[in-house]
């Protein structure tokens, strides 16, 4: 299940805590630093309220390096998380 939430204040945490029940797993995806991100807050509210109960595995964070972002088209592609750092951390998350 995908969530794209179109505003983070407010946030719509109700629907992500719907979707943890429903799933039972949690992977934040965004192209920010992982530090005070939105990733950060939606795991944190995951960890803190009553879905936390439905985890079958630790939450997840896929977000950009932690590096400033590079003028490089080839360095700023690869500070930034791709396809493959998501499917990555899906399959890790559900261990296969």
């Known amino acids: ?43 944190a509210r995951i960890m803190e309220g009553p879905a936390f109960n439905y985890l079958d595995a630790p939450a997840v964070r896929v977000t950009g390096a932690d590096v400033p972002m590079p003028y490089a088209k080839i360095l700023e592609d690869n500070s930034i998380p791709q396809v493959k750092d998501i499917v990555f951390a899906v399959k890790k998350t559900l261990n296969i």
């Open 1 to 43: 299940q995908v969530i794209n939430l179109r505003t983070i204040r407010p946030m719509d945490i109700e629907t992500v805590e719907a979707s943890v029940v429903k799933t039972n797993h949690l992977v934040t995806v965004e192209g920010g630093w992982p530090q005070f991100g939105v990733g950060a807050e939606i795991c």
